[in-house]
Each structure stands twice: as structure tokens, then as C-alpha cells.
């Protein structure tokens, strides 16, 4: 494979790569304690809160992930005695699909990064 062809492959997935973050970092910091405040009940959310708040912007992309991870799972959640399901049940649904679809899309172009690192070592090993 020509050193062009990797160029553009690595562009197609490291555009997306930076937009993604800068948007993760705007959902993080816009929508974090707003979601925290939809979920008084629930005792994760005060427990991430003083255990993250200190912790300054990764603290808060922490407990945004963990959130959404609640709400992915909240039987398992439930079931942990961390949420309260009617809670995750009233959480507005445009808010819970902004946080899906962008750890999505982080998780998405992660599994894209490593799978072309991957692509790359092996087809070094079989041309050499």
C-alpha cells in the first residue's frame, strides 16, 4: 500500500478523531451537571461528584461517561442499587441520545483507529 493511500485513510479517520473531541469536550462541559441534577435520586451521581469534581475537565468527561453507561444499562444499574429507574425512565430522551450517540461515536472511531494500527503492523510484517 503507498504511503498516499495511508496518508488518506489516516485522514479519514483522524478528521473525524478531532471533531469528535471537540465535540465530546463541548457535551461534556455543557450537559454534565445538567444531567446530574435529572438524577437526584440516584446514588452514583453524588458519589462521581465528590470523587471527580475535583478532577477538573477529565473529571468531568469521567462522570458524563458513567452517566451514560447508567443509562445504556439501567436494569444492571438497578439492580447494583446505583439508579433509580424511574429516573432513567423520565430522563429526556434528546439529552440521553446527544450522550449516546457521541460516546458512541468516540467508541466507533476508537475501534476504527485500532483496527487500521492493527491493519498497518501486520501489513508491514507480510511485506517485509
Known sequence: MS???LGI???VIGIP???IAIWLIYVVHAYTEKSERMMPKSSFVKANIDTFSQAGLPGKVIRNGFLTMVLLTPEYSHKRG???LAEVR???AGLKRILIMT???CGFIFLALVSFGVYIKYWRLMAA
Open 90 to 92: 423520565d430522563f429526556p
Open 103 to 105: 460516546w458512541g461515536a
Open 3 to 5: 504511503p498516499d493511500v
Open 82 to 84: 446505583i439508579v433509580d
Open 9 to 11: 485513510i489516516s485522514g
Open 17 to 19: 478523531m478531532m471533531l
